[in-house]
Every structure is written in structure tokens, then in C-alpha cells.
Nanobody, 121 residues
């Protein structure tokens, strides 16, 4: 089995900062891509940021220059540093990992359970 557990969500003021973490565990062979999506009420789940095993990040235009994604490959953990958040960043944030397991060489995407981020004064 594979699990992704997120932490760090909560209430943050506009212009503040918040750091999300997501740790993968279980029968993992290798992780290629890790990243974050978000879903606001009544809206689709949208990509926020991704990072490959080599460290190349990719961001949605709406968060470029404000959010930073990073990962600790030794701990199978991905982070999302949210700087200067805006009320429109309010959403449930989901982490994901595209990985292979010890029982299969095929790569599959696994999801975390989601963590609420509310940006409000």
C-alpha cells in the first residue's frame, strides 16, 4: 500500500505565509513526479505546482512568483511554500505522487486526502 499524508493547512491572512507538507510512505520503489492541485467550492481541481525527481518545478500562472514547490527525495516528501497568499487561493489542496511500487514497475498516481487552506483577514 501507498499513503500520502498532508499537513500544514489552516487559516492564513492575506500577505502572510503558509507551508504545506506531504509525505509519501509504503511500498514505494521510486517517485518520479510530486505536486499539488487545489479545488475551490464549485470549481474544478486545478494544478498548482509540480516537481520532478531531478528538481525541475512547474507552476500555474496564478501562483508564479508567490508559491514555491520543493521536495526531499530522501524522505519522499513534497512541500508547498505559500507566500503572499490571496483570498482566491482559498481551496482544498491535494498532493499527488506519480510513483512505482515494489510490486509493479508501472507508474501510477496516488493522492493525499486534502488539506483546507483559507486565506482571510
Amino acid at each position: 500500500q501507498v499513503q500520502l499524508v498532508e499537513s500544514g493547512g489552516g487559516l492564513v491572512q492575506p500577505g502572510g505565509s503558509l507551508r504545506l507538507s506531504c509525505a509519501a510512505s509504503g511500498s514505494i520503489r521510486s517517485i518520479n513526479v510530486m505536486g499539488w492541485y487545489r479545488q475551490a467550492p464549485g470549481k474544478t481541481r486545478d494544478l498548482v505546482a509540480t516537481i520532478r525527481s531531478g528538481g525541475t518545478p512547474n507552476y500555474a500562472d496564478s501562483v508564479k512568483g508567490r508559491f514555491a514547490i520543493s521536495r526531499d527525495n530522501a524522505k519522499d516528501t513534497v512541500f508547498l511554500q505559500m507566500n503572499s497568499p490571496k483570498p482566491e487561493d482559498t481551496a482544498v489542496y491535494y498532493c499527488y505522487a506519480e510513483l512505482t511500487t515494489t510490486w509493479s514497475s508501472s507508474s501510477y498516481r496516488y493522492w493525499g486526502q486534502g488539506t483546507q487552506v483559507t486565506v482571510s483577514s
